[in-house]
T-cell receptor, first 111, second 118 residues
Framework: SQKIEQNSEALNIQEGKTATLTCNYTNYSPAYLQWYRQDPGRGPVFLLLIRENEKEKRKERLKVTFDTTLKQSLFHITASQPADSATYLCALNTGGFKTIFGAGTRLFVKA | GAVVSQHPSWVICKSGTSVKIECRSLDFQATTMFWYRQFPKQSLMLMATSNEGSKATYEQGVEKDKFLINHASLTLSTLTVTSAHPEDSSFYIC??????????????FGDGTRLSIL
């Protein structure tokens, strides 16, 4: 069955640097892949969606790449700020309406 | 933007009590809503898919008699945890996807319900 792997260790970076988070999946390539942000005690918030025929997607300081050969997506936050500190979840569809989520990577941006 | 409202945000109750959680899409219609359960530092675990006007589809291992789901309208789904016990304590989150053609629509999440059973 399809599995998502995200680095369970927290990522600590300095303000102003670029944060890069990795999402790997194990099985077939999904039609699209999504990234969400989750703050403690809150529900996830949708950030970006990238389709299998798209190599890269940008939104303000966010950039997502999708490599179906490597079965990997990278999520970048440029010019990171302390307010970017949160858990970032990778999600992909498994066919039909079902979406599965990775466990997320915690990002800490230090001022 | 699309907003999903989930209530209550926090419930503490005695063992054996039934608890109802509401999930509403405020500014869009949602044929399909999803109920998740999340343990600390773990992934969202899909419990069931709620379909407007029909029975919910439960994931393997989820007791349908324990977790009753009703999706009576295009904007409201409810999850009732019946005869709750301490092991049911968790963070429950609902989400909704806008009713449009195509499946590549993002999910919009409620803010979750923290359920604590004493």
């Amino acid at each position: 069955s399809q599995k998502i792997e995200q680095n369970s260790e927290a990522l600590n970076i300095q303000e102003g640097k670029t944060a890069t988070l990795t999402c790997n999946y194990t099985n077939y390539s999904p039609a699209y892949l999504q990234w969400y942000r989750q703050d403690p005690g809150r529900g996830p918030v949708f950030l970006l969606l990238i389709r299998e025929n798209e190599k890269e997607k940008r939104k303000e300081r966010l950039k997502v790449t999708f490599d179906t050969t490597l079965k990997q997506s990278l999520f970048h936050i440029t010019a990171s700020q302390p307010a970017d500190s949160a858990t970032y979840l990778c999600a992909l569809n498994t066919g039909g309406f079902k979406t599965i989520f990775g466990a997320g990577t915690r990002l800490f941006v230090k001022a | 933007g699309a907003v999903v409202s989930q209530h209550p945000s926090w419930v503490i109750c005695k063992s054996g009590t039934s608890v109802k959680i509401e999930c509403r899409s405020l500014d869009f219609q949602a044929t399909t809503m999803f109920w998740y359960r999340q343990f600390p530092k773990q992934s969202l675990m899909l419990m069931a898919t709620s379909n407007e006007g029909s029975k919910a589809t439960y994931e393997q291992g989820v007791e349908k008699d324990k977790f009753l789901i009703n999706h009576a309208s295009l904007t409201l789904s409810t999850l009732t945890v019946t005869s709750a016990h301490p092991e049911d304590s968790s963070f429950y989150i609902c989400s909704a996807r806008e009713t449009r053609q195509g499946q590549n629509q993002p999910q919009h999440f409620g803010d979750g319900t923290r359920l604590s059973i004493l």
